[in-house]
Structure formats: structure tokens, C-alpha cells
């Protein structure tokens, strides 16, 4: 399993500022990815991260509200740009982790913490 | 359209009461279906994968099976550290889905002394 480590934990920040998250990995994945959580709500997928392209943005996502940086194997970050209320929530980063193992394919994906956001 | 609908939204169960949460799926192609335990104010916590029909995966009280259409979560005589919000999600084959895990609502599971 993968050791997945966020800053901050929690932040209040103010409407029309930003907030950028960090993600560290304690080894070299290839897929990141960013998930939000709204309050009582499950979580849905912003973007998928990965090293040296562009992230991958889905539907409702945009690049110029959520910028994302994969500077290298085992860190990335996700900007939360001009917010507002509506953006209060808790956002989470993961790594998938697969391959084979005693011949077996396996296929496991493993989330951070967790970054709660309040915008005022 | 992939999608997950899980049941009971919330379950209370005595000590000791055996039970079973839901998770009923639609994919085009299911690469794998997820089980998450997520405590309050944490990320989830990942339990099993499973790949196919027919599949089983135990761990401690609990144990997970795979079905063409849906999944079962078996919590045998839980415990009250067993509260939590437990998350089902899949995970799709295709170009434009690797990776990306589709949840559903979650089950919020109480277990009383």
C-alpha cells in the first residue's frame, strides 16, 4: 500500500482567493488523482494527474478552476482558483496501485487524508 | 451511464447482529469494484478489489462478494468500532476510464454496544 500525505489538513480561506493542496507519496506512482467530497456527499473525480502531460479533467471540471502540477513521480498539486462558497469541501488525492503479484493481477487505489476546505 | 447505488443509506445494528449493505452497479466494462471504510474527517480507507463474479474477499468481520450486478458487504458479529461510513466504487475498462472510480452514496453504518 501506498502512504499518501496532504498540506494543509484544513484551511478557512476567503471568497475570490485560491488555495493550493499538496500530495506526497512515499514511492513513484504513475496515476494521481484528485477527488472531491462535498458536504454529505460522496466523492467524484476533478482530474487525473500524470507525470510529464496534462492532466485529464472530467466533465464539469476546468483547468482554469482547478490547475493541477505533476512535477515528478511522487508529488503533486491542486489549486482551488478564485472560490467561493459553493467550493467548501474536502479534497482528496489518490494513487493506484497495480501489477502482479504471485501471478495474480491486482488493482488497488489508495486516498490521502483529505484537505478540508471552508470558503467564507 | 456507469453507476452505483447503494443500500440501506444507514444501518444500526446491535453488537454482536450480523448484516449485509448493498451495492448495485451498472459498467460497461468492470475492470474492478471497490470497498471503502471512511471514518469521519479521514480519507477512505481502502479494503478490497474485487474482479469478477463469483469472487470473495474476507478481511477480520468482514467479508466482500461480487455478483454480475452487484456487491454484498457481510459484517459478521460487528463490533462498535466497526461504525463508519462504508463506500462502494467502479472502476471501468476503456480509454477514457482508466483509473477514475465511479462511488456510490455510501452506507452509514452505527453499531451500538
Known amino acids: 500500500s501506498a502512504v499518501i500525505s496532504q498540506k494543509p489538513s484544513r484551511d478557512i480561506c476567503q471568497r475570490g482567493t485560491s488555495l493550493t493542496i499538496q500530495c506526497q507519496v512515499d514511492s513513484q506512482v504513475t496515476m494521481m488523482f484528485w477527488y472531491r467530497q462535498q458536504p454529505g456527499q460522496s466523492l467524484t473525480l476533478i482530474a487525473t494527474?500524470?507525470?510529464?502531460?496534462?492532466?485529464?479533467?472530467e466533465s464539469g471540471f476546468v483547468i482554469d478552476k482547478f490547475p493541477i502540477s505533476r512535477p515528478n513521480l511522487t508529488f503533486s498539486t491542486l489549486t482551488v482558483s478564485n472560490m467561493s462558497p459553493e467550493d467548501s469541501s474536502i479534497y482528496l488525492c489518490s494513487v493506484e496501485g497495480s501489477g502482479l503479484a504471485g501471478g495474480v493481477s491486482y488493482n488497488e487505489q489508495f486516498f490521502g487524508p483529505g484537505t478540508r476546505l471552508t470558503v467564507l | 451511464e456507469d453507476q452505483v447505488t447503494q443500500s440501506p443509506e444507514a444501518l444500526r445494528l446491535q453488537e454482536g447482529e450480523s448484516s449485509s449493505l448493498n451495492c448495485s452497479y451498472t459498467?460497461?466494462?468492470?475492470?474492478?469494484l471497490f470497498w471503502y471504510r471512511q471514518d469521519p474527517g479521514k480519507g477512505p480507507e481502502f479494503l478490497f478489489t474485487?474482479?469478477?463474479?463469483?469472487e470473495e474477499k474476507e478481511k477480520e468481520r468482514l467479508k466482500a462478494t461480487l455478483t454480475k450486478k452487484e456487491s454484498f458487504l457481510h459484517i459478521t458479529a460487528p463490533k462498535p468500532e466497526d461504525s463508519a461510513t462504508y463506500l462502494c466504487?467502479?472502476?471501468?475498462w476503456g480509454s477514457g476510464n482508466t483509473g477514475k472510480l465511479i462511488f456510490g452514496q455510501g452506507t452509514t453504518l452505527q453499531v451500538k454496544p
Open positions: 494527474a500524470n507525470q510529464g502531460s496534462e492532466a485529464t479533467y
Open positions: 459498467v460497461s466494462g468492470l475492470r474492478g
Open positions: 466504487a467502479v472502476q471501468a
Open positions: 474485487l474482479y469478477s463474479a463469483g
